[in-house]
């Protein structure tokens, strides 16, 4: 899984915007098995409702990247 600056930067080039806040939620200290659990629709849901509709975009790009459904050359 990609580390927080290379989220960042895939965020910037392909959506225009990154939050680090966004990734930081979605990646913070947790085993394999509860990162897994966080990453979900429910989760982004909930981060689309706290911080808006550019966040809840990162966090589905987030997603996709983590589980190799984007891949971009860094």
Request: proline letters at 5%.
């Amino acid at each position: 899984m990609p580390n927080l600056r290379v989220h960042l930067r895939i965020s910037r080039a392909l959506l225009g915007f990154a939050d680090p806040l966004v990734h930081k939620i979605l990646d913070r200290t947790l085993s394999v098995e509860e990162h897994r659990r966080t990453h979900n629709p429910r989760t982004i849901r909930l981060i689309g409702e706290l911080l808006g509709k550019e966040a809840k975009e990162e966090a589905w790009l987030h997603f996709l990247t983590d589980y190799n459904f984007v891949k971009f050359p860094i």
